[in-house]
Nanobody, 121 residues
């Protein structure tokens, strides 16, 4: 019913930048909070950044000042601009969205398939 498709991952050198995108599609009535999470090898998934429908943002301490989350509600898309990347940012990045379905009116959390970000020289 609802799909989240991520793009923008890849290999980048330390200090470089990447922009991730995540587009929600399907039987969508409204999209509430959206966010990015990441999971490094051998570690648990952790929050990177979230943004509410009203535009309030929250960041993990490790990315504050380097990453920016923003959204385009006309496109049901959330972005993550990542600057000054470090090797420790290497992980699979997942997007998340709380979506109210057009089909049954229920609100549920949806996840993307993940996109690999590798920071290495």
């Amino acid at each position: 019913q609802v799909q989240l498709v991520e793009s923008g991952g890849g290999l980048v050198q330390p200090g470089g930048s990447l922009r991730l995108s995540c587009a929600a599609s399907g039987l969508i009535f409204t999209v509430g909070s959206m966010g990015w999470y990441r999971q490094a090898a051998g570690r648990e998934r952790e929050l990177v950044a979230t943004i509410t429908r009203g535009g309030s943002t929250n960041y993990a301490d490790s990315v504050k000042g380097r990453f920016t989350i923003f959204r385009d509600d006309a496109k049901n898309t959330v972005y993550l601009q990542m600057n000054s990347l470090k090797p420790e940012d290497t992980a699979v990045y997942f997007c998340n969205a709380r979506v109210r379905s057009l089909w049954n009116g229920n609100e549920s959390d949806y996840w993307g398939q993940g996109t690999q970000v590798t920071v290495s020289s």
